[in-house]
């Protein structure tokens, strides 16, 4: 169980273009799911916790308007990379956790912009 | 402020050597979770460990161990006779105890087995 799939797993995207990416709690219903970001060679820092149906709360240095944040439902969060620029290609990874469980994490999401 | 520091970078050892990654933390808290994760080279990070601050006995799964010291903020991962397959980086991690399971990672340690 507490499996999550996290799509796509890597995209190439224009500068100046949005991409989207979805992490999805496949056998469990995630109250909270949690984005990463890792540079290369890095660790993973986080971005943003959002909770279903309420806005995400960004950590500082985040800007919400450029990393859109949505978790409509108990099972599916997503990620807009708004405006995408060279300086946003990272290695992007959420992690979705019931009530007082443990996060699982996806995937992975590797975004390169040119 | 909670903090995780992995002194070290990049370790290399032949197959079959011991080898340990240290890792120590700072928190206010009371209270709170420690991890480690291994991420291979495709990316997916591998749950390994979830250590709570109250249980100081160390562990023991297979070849890994753990070895947790309240008094010098360490918890320290272990691994025994080492395989190529355990070339990755390795990423400690603390948490709160409450609901919310955010996660302040290490830096990583990148781990290479050689043959």
């Known amino acids: 169980g507490a499996v999550v799939s996290q799509h796509p797993s890597r995209v190439i995207c224009k500068s100046g273009t949005s991409v989207k990416i979805e992490c999805r709690s496949l056998?469990?219903?995630?109250?909270?799911m949690f984005w990463y970001r890792q540079f290369p060679k890095q660790s993973l820092m986080l971005m943003a916790t959002?909770?279903?149906?309420?806005?995400?709360?960004?950590e500082q240095g985040v800007e919400k308007d450029k990393f859109l944040i949505n978790h409509a439902s108990l099972t599916l969060s997503t990620l807009t990379v708004t405006s995408a620029h060279p300086e946003d290609s990272s290695f992007y990874i959420c992690?979705?956790?019931?009530?007082?469980?443990?996060?699982?994490f996806g995937s992975g999401t590797r975004l390169t912009v040119v | 402020a909670q903090k995780v520091t992995q002194a070290q970078t990049e370790i290399s050892v032949v197959e079959k050597e011991d080898v340990t990654l240290d890792c120590v933390y700072e928190?206010?808290?009371?209270?709170?979770?420690l991890f480690w994760y291994k991420q291979p080279p495709s990316g997916e990070l591998v749950f390994l460990i979830r250590?709570?601050?109250?249980?100081?006995q160390n562990e023991i799964s297979g070849r890994y161990s753990w070895n947790f010291q309240k008094s010098t903020s360490s918890f320290n991962f272990t691994i025994t006779a080492s395989q190529v397959v355990d070339s990755a980086v390795y990423f400690c991690?603390?948490?709160?105890?409450?609901?919310?399971?955010?996660?302040?990672f290490g830096s990583g340690t990148r781990l290479l087995v050689r043959p």
């Open positions: 928190t206010r808290d009371t209270t709170y979770y």
């Open positions: 959002s909770n279903e149906g309420s806005k995400a709360t960004y």
């Open positions: 991690a603390l948490s709160r105890m409450d609901s919310s399971y955010k996660l302040i």
């Open positions: 056998d469990f219903q995630a109250t909270t």
């Open positions: 250590r709570n601050s109250f249980d100081e």
């Open positions: 992690s979705a956790s019931r009530d007082r469980n443990l996060g699982t």
